[in-house]
């Protein structure tokens, strides 16, 4: 399998900048996504590596490492809204090239 | 809104009983997924259809089965429902049959309470 492996919780405070990390096994990687999803909510895209570096989109970035296995979420000028869970998740081989999520970062922003 | 629609919102029933969810994919995706989302389990795959038929399956259970229809609608039916069965069900959908690049929408999902 591809094991997807991010931190459980993660708090931070409005204004500040918050990275959240993933790592996931590298054998037959097809991209990494993070999704965003607010409490019992749809989870919704944010963004979609598959080549090595940081992909930028206003005020959150996304960059991926292949070798290392590695990615990370920024989250920049965090608001209040951003608090939410985040999803860091890889199509994989074993689940047919669907979509195979971690169990998310669930991130709480303070005042 | 994501285009993918999922019926009913809410569900309760007792524990034995079997129930039907319903989706409906983003106009024009060929792909259907089914998740599964409790507390302590995240968002777990359970299966997929591309254009009508069964394409991959993740942790479905026996108990579970689903399938695609020529408008391209899919259900998802639950049977002998148990407690644990208790769960946020998502659907989503791609143009795509998966891996590269495949970006999937998701409904907002059907809440179902087994009692």
């Known amino acids: 399998g591809q094991n997807i492996d991010q931190p459980t919780e993660m708090t931070a405070t409005e204004g500040a900048i918050v990275q959240i990390n993933c790592t996931y096994q590298t054998s037959g990687f097809n991209g990494l996504f993070w999704y965003q999803q607010h409490a019992g909510e749809a989870p919704t895209f944010l963004s979609y590596?598959?080549?090595?570096g940081l992909e930028e989109k206003g005020r959150f970035s996304s960059f991926l490492s292949r070798s290392k296995g590695y990615s990370y979420l920024l989250l920049k000028e965090l608001q209040m809204k951003d608090s939410a869970s985040y999803l860091c998740?890889?199509?994989?081989?074993?689940?047919?090239?669907?979509?195979?999520f971690g169990k998310g970062t669930s991130l709480l922003v303070t005042p | 809104d994501s285009g993918v629609t999922q019926t009913p919102k809410h569900l309760i029933t007792a524990t034995g009983q079997r129930v039907t969810l319903r989706c409906s994919p983003r106009?024009?995706?060929?792909?259907v997924y089914w998740y599964q989302q409790s507390l302590d389990q995240g968002l777990q795959f359970l299966i997929q259809?591309?254009?009508?038929?069964?394409?991959a399956k993740g942790n479905i259970l026996e108990r579970f089965s689903a399938q695609q229809f020529p408008d391209l609608h899919s259900e998802l039916n639950l049977s002998s429902l148990e407690l644990g069965d208790s769960a946020l069900y998502f659907c989503a959908s791609s143009a795509s049959p998966g891996g590269l690049n495949t970006e999937a929408f998701f409904g907002q999902g059907t809440r179902l309470t087994v009692v």
């Open positions: 259809y591309y254009n009508g038929e069964e394409r």
């Open positions: 106009s024009g995706d060929l792909s």
């Open positions: 590596n598959v080549l090595d």
């Open positions: 998740a890889s199509p994989t081989s074993n689940s047919g090239y669907a979509l195979n």
